[in-house]
């Protein structure tokens, strides 16, 4: 699969003005020295509209992108400078967000050696301070692909499972809040098969044959898709024991009964299914987590 994609604002259902903030973002960035990738529902955006023309069926408003910090003081200085220098607004409920002179939130996410041993990030500000920034750093060791929006722009954006992963772990922290993290989890799910189907034939051509014999159509290709965004899942997550070990703790939790799958509830949502049949999907997830 390639790791270098070509789209324009519209592919990721962003105004075209946004290339105005994009650009300051960029600059602010590069002034000190800061690596970044595309993270949340723009994201989601790169993959499935910009780059597979499927139109998602949930839009939003916010832009959130991981920032790699590694040293204390840093982010604080690059809010500033975005906001003395290029215009943003501070927002006073969230230190993490930014406002760009349209009203859209940009979502700064710190991550690096400027997390604690919680894998938190505590900053100045006012409002929400505090972020467990789980997965982050895991999605970014193992490379990202780039995506070049209208010659002007160029930047790394978060893989398919890296999204699934970091919105897993979102809903967990909050689940009261975040269901809507799970209904991009079904939508991704959704597409996966149709989106990586040459490499599931080429690395897992074996599960044609031996698993879901009995699934007819689309049912069977969706579980295989579980199990392989399993596998992928397992990839990122086994670089850290402890993220591992959450992991598979919040998609076993989903499994045991479906009276208590919150997931499968809104799964099944989704996919207008029973919650049994949604929580078949979330097992195969499991499945791949632990083979």
Sequence with gaps: MSNFYKTNFEGLRLEPKFSEAMSALERGFTCFGIDY?????VSRNAWLSAIHKVTPKRTTGDVDFAVFINNNGVYEDLKKYL??????????DN????????????DLLPFGAIEDDDRKVT???TGYTSVHV??????????????????????KFATLSGIVLLKLIAWDDRPEVRGDDIKDVSEILDHFFDIKQEQIWEDHADMFLVEHAT???????????????????????SQTPVLYNRVLGIIARNTIDPAT??????MAQYFETTVEKARLIIKEIEAGLVE
Excluded: C
């Design 215 to 237: 699934d007819d159509g689309r049912n069977g290709l969706l579980l295989i898709a579980a199990k392989v965004l399993g596998k992928e899942l397992k990839t990122i997550v």
């Design 123 to 125: 900053v100045l500000g």
């Design 95 to 106: 230190a993490f967000i930014v406002m760009w002179k349209d009203g859209t939130e940009i």
């Design 134 to 155: 789980d997965g982050f750093n895991e999605v970014y060791n193992l490379g990202l692909p780039e995506l070049e929006l209208d010659e002007n722009h160029r930047f």
């Design 261 to 266: 799958s919150e997931m499968g509830k809104i």
């Design 83 to 92: 906001i003395e220098v290029e215009g943003f607004q501070p927002f006073h």
């Design 37 to 41: 990738y595309l993270v949340g529902a």
